[in-house]
């Protein structure tokens, strides 16, 4: 844009007994103004502002005319001690980290996600990148950035994450065999959040690692009732074939129904803009991974204890001759 610049003659600026900064004051005083007091209107404080009329200020052509007054009271016109120089600069000067910066901003349309185009265009200039000159560099703005700042704070709380989970989920299985297979099914629910995402056209950002992370615990609680309810089944005396089978088939209705009510939960927040893409994700995912979970699961804990599948855990406690046994029931007993 057209800037006006003055360029001081040093030499007569010393020998008016001025410096540069009594120049800017003068100027600033004539052009932008100096508050000199403040009156009160009613309850108002109104700020009196002296500087030169209209005419003389707000024409560059007479910025040479205006008078500075030296220290000595004798008035001196710009001109005698400046010189004006018209150009042309940079209206602002645009920093990110300290560096200046272009951006260049568009608009996608209709039915097609921002990130994806960014993508696109950062692989189309990739030769435009391997060309700049030492000191320049492209970097990714928008959604991409965004999203990259959001993962990064998450992927660092993982590792503290990942432990309590994993002691939680100790806590309550009390073994490393039951803990691993509970683990192996937590990936299970990224089949349907995959398709779920790709049906209803959302990104993948960070609200949908939220959704995938929150869709993992759900997962893993499904995993946890059908395994701790496979050791209760082991603790009274059923071998492991018939424990498996029997968890899976009593638990299969309380899993589903779970799962179904919190999809159902997730159906008004499906069309929020910004959170759809979490609740597709744990719709999606825990609509697929409830059914793999009935059917991988008990197949997993079969292949991991196929050699003991027609062995009992624990053995029933036997009745005595002053006992009679419950039938149905193992390790009770009445007198």
Do not use: C
Request: aromatic share 6%.
């Amino acid at each position: 844009m057209p800037s006006v610049r003055l360029v001081l003659d040093q030499d007569r600026v010393r020998a008016l007994n001025l410096t540069p900064r009594d120049v800017a004051n003068s100027l600033q005083l004539l052009i932008s103004g100096v508050t000199v007091t403040t009156v009160r209107d009613g309850i108002d404080k109104v700020d009196v502002v002296a500087r030169a009329i209209p005419e003389e200020r707000a024409d560059l052509a007479r910025l040479g005319d205006l008078t500075i007054v030296s220290r000595n009271g004798a008035p001196v016109p710009v001109s005698q001690v400046a010189k004006v120089v018209y150009e042309h600069e940079d209206a602002i000067l645009w920093r990110r980290n300290r560096d200046t910066t272009i951006t260049v901003r568009s608009d996608v349309v209709d039915g097609v996600q921002p990130p994806e185009v960014s993508n696109r265009v950062w692989a189309r200039l990739g030769e435009l990148r391997a060309a700049l000159p030492p000191g320049y560099r492209l970097e990714m703005g928008g959604a991409i950035e965004e999203s990259a700042k959001g993962n990064n704070s998450l992927f660092a709380v993982f590792p503290v994450m990942i432990l309590v989970m994993l002691t939680i989920v100790m806590a309550q299985l009390q073994n490393f065999a039951r803990l691993g297979l509970v683990m192996m099914s937590a990936p299970l629910g990224i089949i349907g959040a995959t398709l779920g995402l790709k049906l209803a056209g959302a990104p993948f950002g960070f609200v949908a690692l939220l959704g995938m992370i929150a869709l993992s615990g759900m997962d893993m609680r499904n995993s946890i009732i059908l395994v701790d309810q496979v050791r209760q089944d082991l603790e009274r005396g059923a071998n492991y074939r018939d424990a498996i089978v029997e968890a899976t088939v009593r638990r299969a209705r309380p899993v589903m129904l779970t799962a179904l009510a919190a999809i159902l939960a997730m159906i008004p927040l499906s069309r929020s803009l910004f959170w759809g893409p979490m609740a597709v994700t744990i719709m999606g995912g825990l609509f697929v991974a409830t059914f793999l979970t009935i059917l991988y699961l008990p197949a997993l804990y079969a292949l991991w204890f196929r050699r003991r599948l027609g062995e009992r855990a624990m053995e029933p406690v036997p009745a005595t001759d002053k006992q009679y046994a419950l039938p149905g029931v193992f390790g009770m007993s009445v007198e």
